[in-house]
Nanobody
Framework: QVQLVESGGGLVQPGGSLRLSCAAS????????MGWYRQAPGKQRELVAT???????NYADSVKGRFTISRDNAKNTVDLQMNSLKPEDTAVYYC?????????????WGQGTQVTVSS
């Protein structure tokens, strides 16, 4: 079956770094735009970063200069390198992607991975 699976979350100290990965698997014909979202306790889910199929990236102002999104089309993955992490970065991070299955495009969400920034 077609799915997105995140990995790389965990506990890190303020100022530390973490790298999240998201892998698309299944009978996928093509992958469109991909992105990372996050949701902190008591807050709405927000956009963190997106990357187009042509590797054009956009970032939320809150993470600009600290996070880097990248994709590997050959491996069907999208990564989020997070540097200079702050406590306010604590959230469940979700991978999102447009996937073409057969002749139809669908939007998929991963299950989420917890990122906790704390001393």
């Amino acid at each position: 079956q077609v799915q997105l699976v995140e990995s790389g979350g965990g506990l890190v100290q303020p100022g530390g770094s973490l790298r999240l990965s998201c892998a698309a698997s299944g009978s996928i014909f093509s992958i469109g735009n991909m992105g990372w979202y996050r949701q902190a306790p008591g807050k709405q889910r927000e956009l963190v970063a997106t990357v187009t199929s042509g590797s054009s990236a956009n970032y939320a102002d809150s993470v600009k200069g600290r996070f880097t999104i990248s994709r590997d089309n050959a491996k069907n993955t999208v990564d989020l390198q997070m540097n200079s992490l702050k406590p306010e970065d604590t959230a469940v991070y979700y991978c999102n992607s447009f996937l073409r299955v057969g002749q139809t495009w669908y939007n998929y969400w991963g299950q989420g991975t917890q990122v906790t920034v704390s001393s």
